[in-house]
């Protein structure tokens, strides 16, 4: 059974640019949140994808969207890249969007690089 | 506002010793609280939960122990071996999972 996939690995960027990241979520799972994770700190959620539907958004601009597919699995495009936006960029799966009730699972994330 | 942070930023400790790393959250309504692993290169792994109706939750060599008096939480590892080593982060959940900053836990030899 996978676990949560992301592609791809590694990405560089120029200034400017727009990107796309990918997630499959874990089998059986339904939601995904993305969270950039900055050098040395702790990953901050960007949004959460439910049914399709961004449920819940955290304190990122509209640069940041996303979309949720039938099969469950997510983009993540970033508009006029920034070089603030060089992050490590992490999927998290769950069941249902209660975290309280469900464990979380992420994958290994996406490292962008903007030059 | 919302806010999980930790007291230390890096843990030094003997192989074979026990671990301790502390976590302040701010929100008191957080109900739910969550340790995570993160590991060079990987992406956090869940280690142990423990809910606000509880003081104490204990798991194979961590033991999370939380005071809501203070706002405050930390976690035991027991024996810490060379493969503990990584960065921990508390983090608070609902729906949505606000980490803290993180602690990088090392350990000598």
């Known amino acids: 059974d996978a676990g949560v996939t992301q592609s791809p690995t590694h990405l560089i960027k120029t200034r400017g640019q727009q990107v796309t990241l990918r997630c499959s979520p874990k089998?059986?799972?339904?939601?995904v949140s993305w969270y950039q994770q900055a050098l040395g700190q702790g990953p901050q959620f960007i949004f959460q994808y439910y049914e399709e539907e961004e449920r819940q958004r955290g304190n990122f601009p509209d640069r940041f969207s996303g979309h949720q597919f039938p099969n469950y699995s997510s983009e993540l495009n970033v508009n006029a890249l920034l070089l603030g936006d060089s992050a490590l960029y992490l999927c998290?799966?769950?069941?249902?969007?209660?975290?309280?009730?469900?464990?979380?699972?992420f994958g290994q994330g996406t490292r962008l690089t903007v030059v | 506002g919302e806010s999980v942070g930790l007291h230390l930023p890096t843990l030094s400790v003997q192989e074979g010793d026990n671990s301790i790393i502390n976590c302040a959250y701010s929100?008191?309504?957080?109900?739910?609280f969550i340790w995570y692993k993160q590991e060079s290169g990987k992406g956090p792994q869940f280690i142990i939960d423990i809910r606000s109706n509880m003081d104490k939750r204990q798991g194979q060599r961590v033991t999370v122990l939380l005071n809501k008096t203070v706002k405050h939480l930390s976690l035991q590892i027991a024996a810490t071996q060379p493969g503990d080593s990584a960065v921990y982060f508390c983090a608070e959940t609902g729906d949505k999972i606000i980490f803290g900053k993180g602690t990088r836990l090392h350990i000598l030899p």
């Open positions: 998290a799966s769950s069941f249902q969007r209660v975290l309280g009730n469900t464990e979380a699972f």
């Open positions: 089998s059986g799972h339904d939601t």
């Open positions: 929100n008191s309504a957080s109900d739910y």
